[in-house]
């Protein structure tokens, strides 16, 4: 069993930067593909980016985060991290943290994923 919780959300303003992280417990991390996504209200939860199980050799982005934002993990931490750079309010939605074990196939789609964070908040106003 995977318990994965989020923090480091908030309030920036449009230009500004947040790192997020994502703490595990029950299990360690470094044999799960790990991924970032994000629901703003009443939207559907998007794929940001995901990082590959085997130390972090491959990650992927989607388009409107890409020159952005960093996913990176830290697996002697158990830790996921999203760094977001030159925040938009376009970027304002619930950040979840997900995992799956082992391979990185489907990485984009949330249905993909067999654990999830509790969600933290970003807003960017605008």
């Known amino acids: 069993q995977v318990q994965l919780v989020e923090s480091g959300g908030g309030l920036v303003q449009a230009g500004g930067s947040l790192r997020l992280s994502c703490a595990a417990s029950?299990?360690?991390?470094?044999?799960?593909?790990m991924g970032w996504f994000r629901q703003a209200p009443g939207l559907e939860r998007d794929f940001v980016a995901a990082?590959?199980?085997?130390?972090?050799?491959?990650?992927w982005y989607a388009d409107s985060v890409k020159g952005r934002f960093t996913i990176s993990r830290d697996n002697a931490k158990n830790t996921l991290y999203l760094q977001m750079n030159s925040l938009k309010p376009e970027d304002t939605a619930v950040y979840y943290c997900?995992?799956?074990?082992?391979?990185?196939?489907?990485?984009?789609?949330?249905?993909?994923?067999?654990?999830w964070g509790q969600g933290t908040q970003v807003t960017v106003p605008s």
């Open positions: 990082i590959s199980w085997f130390a972090g050799s491959y990650t």
């Open positions: 029950g299990r360690t991390l470094n044999t799960y593909t």
């Open positions: 997900a995992a799956r074990q082992g391979n990185s196939n489907g990485y984009y789609s949330p249905t993909n994923y067999n654990y």
